[in-house]
């Protein structure tokens, strides 16, 4: 989620960064498969169908590297957000079958020269944590 005011939630973890083009870019990289895998990956399990991510870990999450991006790119990915800042994005565990999160695979794929993330996004639908179903 991104927002133009000052949030408090006591389930996320509010991140703040230097210019609002990099806000919205990195609202994509997270929203996309490729940021949800990386958030999966330095989750912490807990008892039950929870996980953590713990604010250090936040903090050591790797995400798009947005200095190293053409100016191209940037101004690609800026007008990707545009197009989809009001999608209805639907829960991860139907992620493989939602329409926004398609198209932002997608166009990310495209704008970053990346291979399909098709069999990624089921792949992540399945994952246990996600779909809350053993394999």
Known sequence: M?????VLSNVWW???VDDASTERVLALWLNS???VL???AQRASTE??????KKADLKKLPVLDTRRLSSAQRQDL???FDQIVDAQFQRLPAMHHCP??????NALAQILKLPNLTTLRHLLATEPTISNHPL
Do not use: F, H
Request: hydrophobic share 40%; charged share 25%; net charge positive.
């Open 2 to 6: 991104r927002s133009e005011t000052n």
């Open 100 to 105: 926004a999160r398609r198209s932002l695979d």
């Open 14 to 16: 509010p991140v703040r």
């Open 78 to 80: 800026l007008r990707l």
């Open 48 to 53: 039950g169908g929870w996980v953590a991510l």
């Open 38 to 40: 990386t958030i999966v």
């Open 33 to 35: 498969s490729l940021g």
